[in-house]
Each structure stands twice: as structure tokens, then as C-alpha cells.
């Protein structure tokens, strides 16, 4: 006769294993004796090494009662359900591969979708780190929010960012609105600001509104999220820049209000 611990190590599995296979009803328990021991059998061990064998081929503990007691159950339809769950299994496997590789390869956040890795490319050229994050997150939450739909229409939109005739005053324009953190709202500089923001992109601004009213409305409730987003943490300055350049352009669409901004 055997212990629970002798059953367990021969079958290669534990006592805490048996004990489930007994609340499962997939192993007998056995009587225990005047001791307080359950003696197990080498049928016992046998029908463990079973257990152990469909779990496995990654039957479900629930399903394998029906192949345990019925020795002339066939098991081919299980197995093909089991079989397209593996595929599936490997199929999700591969993607997330292939997404590792995409992050390795562009030198991605990890928390980047791979699908971004061109239009991350086109925002480190149109603008300074600081503000490529912010686009980044920002990017991020109206593909989420609105469908991947938008992405080919944004990627035309930074790729008009990043030109030759665009990305070098956007850069200079990105480092003085980020120095008006501190800054209050009267202060001259912030005039000045607006100012150049308007001849920067007055002569792009039917090509950009083109671009952004083919991204069509987003859902209900997504544009205040966000325009909340895009100017969440700035100064009073900043938010006057802003105001000054939408007064500018006051039938810009959402979300390419945005555009307009650092």
C-alpha cells in the first residue's frame, strides 16, 4: 500500500494535487486507517499517471472524468477543440513576437503599440522629445478612443509637421512655448508667440484641415477627453497661446486644433 506522499512522488505531483483530484471526484479517496492515513493502491498510481497524461495534452480537469472511466470514449472532437485553442494560442504567441521585434527594432517604449513605430519616427522629426512624448500620448488615447481608423490620416498630418518647411520653425516655436511654463498670461511674449504660431502655419492650414476633417467626428464624449488631455498641466500662458492661436483659426476642426499647438 501506498501513502499520500509515496503516491505523489512516484506520480511526480503532490499531496496538495491529490487532494483536488479528490474534491474533483477524478480520484477515489480512500478510507483512512486507524492511524489517520490514507493507503492508496498501484491502481491508484495508475489512474494519477492518467490524470497527469491529459493534463498534459491540456484537457480540462472538468473533461477528463469522461476518458477516465469510459475506456471506449472517443475523445476526437475534445481534441480538435483542444487543437484550434493551441493554434490560437500560438497564432497570439507569434504576434506578440513580432510586436517585440517591431519595439526592438524602432527602439520603442515597450509601451508603444508596433503599429505607431512609423508615426513615432515622423513626431521624433517634427518635434523636440519633450513634445514627441505628449504627441505620443496623445496619439495613443485618440486611437484608442476613436479607432484605428485614424491612424494613416495622422501619419499624413506629422509627415506635413516634419517637412522641410514646417519642421524647423515648429521646433523653435515647441522650445519658447515649453519656456512659458511659469509664465502668466500678459506677459508680451505670449503675443508674439501666437503670432508666429499663425504665419508658421497659415500657409499648411486648408492642407491640414483637409487632413484632419477626413478623420470624420469622434464619438460622443471623446473630444473633451481630449482636449482635456492636450492641455492638461499647462501654465497660464501656455493656455493663452492657445487661445490666441484658436481666435486665429476659429473654424479649425477637432482634433487638429491640436496641430496647432507645440
Do not use: C, K
Not at 479517496?29 to 498510481?45: A, F, H, I, K, M
Not at 504576434?95 to 524602432?106: F, G, H, T, Y
Not at 471623446?222 to 498641466?233: R, W
Amino acid at each position: 500500500m501506498l501513502t499520500s506522499g509515496r503516491l505523489a512522488a512516484l506520480a511526480g505531483t503532490t499531496v496538495r494535487a491529490l487532494r483536488h483530484y479528490h474534491q474533483l471526484g477524478l480520484l477515489p479517496e480512500p478510507e483512512r486507517t486507524s492511524g489517520g492515513y490514507r493507503e492508496y493502491g498501484v491502481g491508484d498510481l495508475v489512474r494519477v499517471l492518467r490524470i497527469r497524461t491529459l493534463a498534459d495534452l491540456g484537457i480540462p480537469l472538468d473533461r477528463m472524468p469522461e476518458l477516465l472511466d469510459d475506456r471506449s470514449a472517443r475523445a476526437g472532437a475534445l481534441l480538435d477543440e483542444l487543437d484550434a485553442e493551441l493554434a490560437a494560442t500560438m497564432a497570439r504567441l507569434e504576434r506578440q513576437r513580432a510586436a517585440l521585434r517591431v519595439i526592438r527594432d524602432n527602439d520603442l517604449a515597450p509601451d508603444v503599440r508596433p503599429e505607431l513605430a512609423n508615426l513615432m519616427t515622423l513626431l521624433a522629426v517634427a518635434a523636440p522629445p519633450s513634445t514627441a512624448a505628449m504627441e505620443r500620448d496623445l496619439t495613443t488615447l485618440v486611437l484608442h478612443l476613436g479607432g484605428d481608423a485614424y491612424l494613416p490620416v495622422l501619419e499624413d498630418l506629422y509627415t506635413t509637421l516634419g517637412s522641410d518647411r514646417l519642421s524647423a520653425g515648429l521646433r523653435a516655436i515647441s522650445d519658447r512655448f515649453e519656456a512659458l511654463t511659469e509664465t502668466q498670461a500678459d506677459d508680451p511674449a505670449i503675443v508674439a508667440l501666437a503670432a508666429d504660431y499663425v504665419r508658421l502655419f497659415a500657409p499648411v492650414l486648408e492642407e491640414l484641415r483637409a487632413r484632419a476633417a477626413s478623420l470624420g467626428d469622434l464619438p460622443p464624449g471623446v473630444e473633451d477627453i481630449v482636449m482635456a488631455f492636450s492641455t492638461e498641466g499647462l501654465g497660464p500662458g501656455q493656455l493663452e497661446v492657445l487661445r490666441l492661436v484658436g481666435e486665429a483659426f476659429p473654424d479649425s476642426p477637432e482634433p487638429s486644433s491640436r496641430i496647432l499647438e507645440p
